[in-house]
């Protein structure tokens, strides 16, 4: 049997898009393999969001040239995700490995390339159409506890520094009544917690009734048996009063909440173009707060974004201060093809972003770990995701706010299980816990408050 690998680079809805692209190789009659150099298919689903992405593509197709001059493997190669959306035919040109190009928008058509393919054909198919139809049958669900769902596709935001309207497209909510099918299915396959995905996922409107994020995340909520639902990423911009009292009375969902700030400076904030000030970044933390003071808030934020002065950077620096984010993802700004951003004037020297970089990590981190050590005593329910990456003998899952959390392995522990743990340890980036009392059978569905 044919056998396939694919490598991911990037955010949830490309481990989604992988999955998808897996279930369609599977359905054409292709098996995984553990080993990237014993496959007849590789695709790379790659990202675009950072410097540097279209160099690291080329550098792993010419290891992929090597490799076939040498073994004759693989036979095929593509390139998908937001590198493909960027480049298009220009890559089939760079690159004489490559035998296809498949954009995002695009992801449901491997077949009839992978059919133009085996016919000879070099193919690139990139774009987006008036309608995504996706066949969720066909995406490989690797875990059956934790699965993401997609709930609009693309971005019409147009941000000054982002590359995604370019390599995703326009923003398409999917039908209401769809995302509740695929949740449906997929907690009676097993599925705990499901998250549900978007570039702005809170702009959400049902193309058929006309529903919001806070008609959906009730609907999504009442389907039997889910235990937790968590969302990301949402814009603070799309924060209605009806979607802040549901996050506040919607018990099944979780406490994590990711809301990029970007930026503390209002300066910064207008030419960005993110529409809401440091103002109403913090007021709106603060309404959320006020109804469900467990939110443990995230953010990304953007430092040396062309023209930030010291004094810019300090403001940044007060939000982080003042909002007290449980996880922070800071990036220096980094010119993308087509964005009005890299083109700007004053952009800030890349030593300078990285030692403002630097002092964000260092303020954040001493906010992970007070916030962790004070979880110290406390007992979480956690989903079980296997054995810890680092840590002999530990295993790790996430509680309701994310949170990793490590413990040390009991008999009887599998992936997919809910335990409670009892922290009794702390670093900036995970807890350290015990085993509580087990909350349940194993394979029986929890009673959620
Ligand atoms: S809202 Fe997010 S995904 Fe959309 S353009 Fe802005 S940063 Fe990019």
């Keep these: 049997m044919k056998t396939y690998w694919i490598e991911t680079w990037g955010c949830q809805m490309n481990v989604l898009d992988s999955q998808y692209l897996a279930g369609q190789l599977e359905a054409w009659g292709l098996a995984p393999v553990e080993d990237p150099v014993r496959a007849d298919v590789v695709l790379l689903n790659t990202c675009a969001v950072r410097e540097k992405a279209v160099q690291k593509v080329l550098s792993r197709l010419g290891e992929l040239r090597q490799q076939k001059k040498l073994t004759g493997k693989p036979e095929v190669v593509g390139l998908c995700g937001c590198v493909a959306e960027q480049e298009g035919a220009k890559a089939l040109a760079r690159s004489q490995v490559l035998d296809f190009v498949l954009g995002p928008g695009r992801v449901g058509q491997l077949p009839a390339v992978l059919a133009a393919v085996t016919q000879g054909q070099r193919v690139s198919l990139t774009g ?12 490989t669900r690797t875990s059956s506890a934790r699965q993401y769902v997609t709930v609009i596709h693309g971005c019409d935001q147009h941000c000054t520094f982002c590359v995604v309207p370019y390599t995703r497209g326009p923003e398409m909510s999917r039908p209401l009544k769809e995302v509740v099918a695929e ?20 702009a959400y409107r049902c193309p058929e009734t006309g529903a919001d994020f806070a008609d959906l995340l009730q609907a999504v909520t009442e389907v039997e048996g889910l235990w937790r639902l968590q969302f990301i990423t949402s814009h603070p911009k799309f924060f209605s009063k009806k979607l802040i009292r549901a996050l506040a ?21 207008r030419a960005m173009r993110r529409r809401y000030t440091k103002e109403e970044y913090l007021a709106l933390v603060e309404e959320i707060r006020g109804l469900r003071p467990q939110v443990a808030f995230s953010t990304d934020v953007i430092v040396g974004f062309p023209g930030e002065t010291e004094e810019d950077f300090a403001e940044t620096m007060d939000v982080v201060e003042r909002v007290q984010f449980s996880q922070l993802y800071g990036f220096i700004f980094s010119p993308r093809p087509k964005t009005p951003a890299a083109g700007y004037p004053d952009q800030v020297p890349r030593v300078v972003a990285g030692q403002r970089l630097e002092r964000l990590f260092a303020a954040q981190a001493g906010i992970s770990l007070s916030l962790n050590q004070a979880m110290i005593g406390q007992t979480v329910k956690v989903l079980v995701d296997g054995e810890a990456k680092r840590g002999a003998g530990l295993w790790q899952g996430r509680g309701e706010d994310n949170r990793v959390v490590n413990f040390p392995f009991w008999e009887g522990i599998a992936p997919g299980q809910l335990v409670d743990v009892r922290i009794t340890g702390a670093t900036a980036h995970s807890l350290l816990g015990e085993r509580w009392q087990p909350s349940q059978p194993p394979g029986a569905l929890p009673r959620v408050a």
Excluded: C, K, M
């Design 128 to 139: 987006f159409s008036a309608t995504r139809d996706l066949d969720t049958h066909l995406i």
């Design 249 to 269: 009375s919607l018990p099944r969902l979780g406490t994590y909440l990711h809301v990029p700030f970007q930026a503390g400076s209002n300066r910064i904030l």
């Design 183 to 202: 949740v449906q299915q997929l907690v009676a396959r097993g599925a705990l917690e499901v998250t549900l995905l978007g570039q702005t996922i809170n």
